[in-house]
């Protein structure tokens, strides 16, 4: 069964360092999105991604973060100055039509900020 | 009013009970609607899209009431393994998650 993956597992940073997160989507799948839960908090929306190009953020989505596509099977996230409290599980997902159609979340990374 | 809101629980109930959750959102607009499943430290699943109709699928029922803005789920013959967190999404220009509820099923 086609599966989102994700990489790495876990990622530990220091304050301040730029981190990119990976996922891959599936492959025949369109949309594609970032989401972030801290730990004991609310699974929150931060991106979304379709052809190419950002479709919907949200404001957590701020000028530290940024998406790219950068050949046809990775989806990156990237926080270019972390902050302790972007310490998170990070869930990348994808869909292949937006709308009432299924998400398939990753397995998550889990980002620690020291 | 929260976006999405849920009674965060736990609901602790017994093998075989039937137990029901609900959620409210405040968004009149919004157009889509979905139960997830999260288990501790894993990713949400998609159990089921709520319909205007309602739909069932096996043991879980959804329903959507647009007028009171909430959605429910009913789960008949709870079994151990449902124990786990129920999140609530709601999809207008965004898609915003509930907190949760979490539901503990207990032998």
């Known amino acids: 069964e086609p599966e989102v993956t994700q990489t790495p597992s876990h990622q530990v940073t220091q304050m301040g360092q730029e981190v990119i997160l990976r996922c891959v989507p599936i492959?025949?799948?369109?949309?594609f999105y970032w989401y972030r839960q801290i730990l004991g908090q609310k699974v929150e929306f931060l991106v979304s991604?379709?052809?190419?190009?950002?479709?919907?953020k949200s404001e957590i989505f701020d000028d530290q973060f940024s998406v790219e596509r950068p050949d046809g099977s990775n989806f990156t996230l990237k926080i270019r100055s972390t902050k302790l409290e972007d310490s998170a599980m990070y869930f990348c997902?994808?869909?292949?039509?937006?709308?009432?159609?299924?998400?398939?979340f990753g397995p998550g990374t889990r980002l620690t900020v020291l | 009013r929260k976006e999405v809101e849920q009674d965060p629980g736990p609901f602790n109930v017994p093998e075989g009970a039937t137990v029901a959750f609900n959620c409210t959102y405040s968004?009149?607009?919004?157009?889509?609607f979905f139960w997830y499943r999260q288990d501790c430290r894993k990713e949400p699943k998609l159990l089921m899209s709520?319909?205007?109709s309602g739909n069932e699928d096996g043991r879980f029922t959804a329903q959507l009431n647009r007028a009171s803005q909430y959605i429910s789920l009913l789960i008949r013959d709870s079994k151990l393994s449902d124990s786990a967190t129920y999140l609530c999404?709601?999809?207008?220009?965004?898609?915003?998650f509930g907190t949760g509820t979490k539901l503990q099923v207990i032998p």
């Open positions: 997902a994808s869909s292949y039509r937006t709308g009432e159609n299924e998400q398939f």
């Open positions: 492959s025949n799948h369109l949309y």
């Open positions: 991604f379709y052809n190419n190009e950002i479709s919907e």
């Open positions: 968004n009149s607009a919004s157009q889509s």
């Open positions: 709520v319909y205007s």
């Open positions: 999404v709601v999809r207008d220009q965004k898609v915003t």
